[in-house]
């Protein structure tokens, strides 16, 4: 049962981080190195899929009657607006489908390692800070999701592209970063990253489960439906209070984070690599 509990650990950071532009894969590492799942490399990967998938679902839910395309109640009428915006999200998937699904194994062997995360932790840190000081006099060009043009979701994805490339740099932040260089607000940028996420994590996920496989004892499967709800739980709490904050607040904050997360991450592996 301590798995379990373990597995609750890890559902609570992956909800918390994923949402936040803060990098679950630094939490991740850091956690990993104190509280380390006993279980084997193939189950690790597979659990991580599955509290990802957790976190999709959250945003599924909160979000359903601005991404569902069908009007039910007038007779299964096509909203015309979010059919469009799919398609732009398919436009700002097409970086990572091309280049990061296909070598995302390789960006991780080279990549994925403690000094590189700090390193992106600190520098998105960095330009969440001056990204927030250039936008403090200037008003947002775009204040709706339909207002986002598809040469603006294509830079967008190539943003995110970067977060597949670099651990530790966060998809949401790299592609709310993206988004605020274009002049779009905090809350339409937080929105399309977190729609964005949908068919990325999900596809990625599930090429990941084929790729892994089904195969897990009960106990395995506990682990993996605990962790998961938990994630779903935490992303709801954290994508609504992110929602609030945004209105009344920039990112400055998460910068700052970022960059003292990046400072800890270096000492750490600095001193016991």
Not at 236 to 261: A, E, Q, T
Request: net charge positive; glycine share 8%; aromatic share 16%.
């Amino acid at each position: 049962m301590a798995e379990v509990w373990k597995a609750v650990l890890f559902g609570i950071v992956q909800g918390v981080t994923e949402w936040l532009p803060i990098s679950s894969t630094g939490h991740m590492i850091l956690l990993d190195e104190f509280v380390s799942l006993q279980v084997s490399p193939a189950f690790w990967e597979a659990f991580l899929v599955m509290i990802q998938f957790g976190s999709i679902l959250a945003v599924v839910l909160l979000f359903w009657n601005k991404i569902f395309p069908f009007d039910l109640q007038g007779g299964a009428i096509i909203k015309k607006d979010t059919f469009i915006l799919w398609f732009k999200i398919v436009v700002a998937c097409i970086p990572a489908i091309l280049v990061g699904l296909p070598l995302d194994d390789v960006f991780n062997e080279w990549f994925y390692h403690g000094p590189c995360v700090a390193l992106a932790l600190i520098i998105f840190g960095v330009l969440f800070i001056l990204i927030e000081n250039r936008n403090k006099t200037r008003s947002p060009l775009i204040t709706s999701l339909s207002g986002i043009t598809w040469r603006m979701a294509f830079i967008i994805g190539i943003w995110q592209l970067v977060a597949a490339v670099f651990p530790g740099t966060s998809r949401s932040g790299a592609t709310i970063i993206g988004a605020l260089l274009l002049g779009i607000s905090r809350t339409v940028a937080a929105e399309f990253t977190f729609f964005l996420a949908i068919p990325v994590m999900f596809g990625a996920s599930l090429l990941k489960l084929l790729k892994l496989g089904l195969v897990f004892s009960s106990m395995e499967w506990m682990i993996l439906l605990v962790g998961m709800i938990v994630a779903f739980i935490v992303s709801v709490l954290v994508i609504r209070f992110l929602m609030d904050y945004i209105k009344r607040n920039d990112f400055k904050f998460f910068g700052w984070y970022r960059i003292i997360l990046g400072m800890v991450v270096l000492v750490y592996f600095g001193i016991f690599a």
